[in-house]
């Protein structure tokens, strides 16, 4: 049996990366899904492979720090009579570079991008779970900023760990709702916004050597992550930072 049979999922920051791995396991699944994100054509391209796998789902596009974009995001899920699972992973790295040195315009856009947005879109998820009488929500956030941290990554870093307070906060005050709510961190991962750290063969290497595993992650390994905490098997989890990070949170040297 299929984890998530009769689920309707909304994942944003669905176009690439891990969202766009998970947005095809949990099809494969069974639910039905909302994706959001910037890149239209993208999208498209996403939901026609879902599609044509035999599963169920339609793209709305626009920006996550537009609040406006998370209540159509959510609204979206009338079309499939309701939510019961979120998946926010939209984010940015930011300029990288002396941390001093971000400019105020440069400093609000991630926080917008990586935490104002995960409040937005949490705003309207949680009433439509509320109508159903549970849900989970997920946050992306990372290991930077929580167990380790980079040079220049004050805003990244920052956004990311507003992340986790935000999540044991709503986990607290619904989880009388049935409405679980956890933040997944994951360590390095090969997917493009990735690559905008570790740009070279060298510097990926670099950064497989600070996990344990010796490696990066793939996004479909992050993506299993999500499964667990989108799924019942995750029933009695919730207010969680959950490390999915192949180990560098405990490497040294």
Known sequence: ??????????????????????????????????????????LAELVEDIRREGGRALAVAGDVRDEAFAERLATAVDEFGGLDIAFNNAGTLGPLGPSLALSASEWRDVL???????????????????ARGAGSVI?????????????????????????IGLTQALAVEFGGH??????????????????????????LAQVAQLHALKRLAMPEEIAQAALYLASDASS????TAMLVDGGVSIQRG
Do not use: C, W
């Not at 095809?24 to 910037?38: E, H, P, S």
């Not at 049935?178 to 510097?203: C, K, W, Y």
């Open 139 to 163: 946050f992306t956030s990372t290991f930077v900023g929580h167990t380790a941290a980079f040079p220049g990554t004050a805003a990244y870093a920052a956004s990311k760990s507003g992340l």
């Open 236 to 239: 009695f989890v919730t207010g």
């Open 1 to 42: 049996m299929n984890a998530l049979n009769s689920k309707v999922a909304v994942i944003g920051g669905a176009s690439s990366g891990i969202g766009r791995a998970a947005a095809l396991l949990f099809a494969r699944q069974g639910a039905t899904l909302v994706l959001g994100a910037r890149r239209e054509r993208l």
């Open 112 to 130: 917008e991008t990586n935490l104002s947005s995960a409040y937005y879109s949490a705003k309207y998820q949680i009433p439509a779970m509320q």
């Open 178 to 203: 049935g409405i679980r709510v956890n933040a997944l961190l994951p360590g390095g991962t090969d997917t493009a916004m990735g690559r905008q750290m570790s740009n070279t063969p060298e510097a």
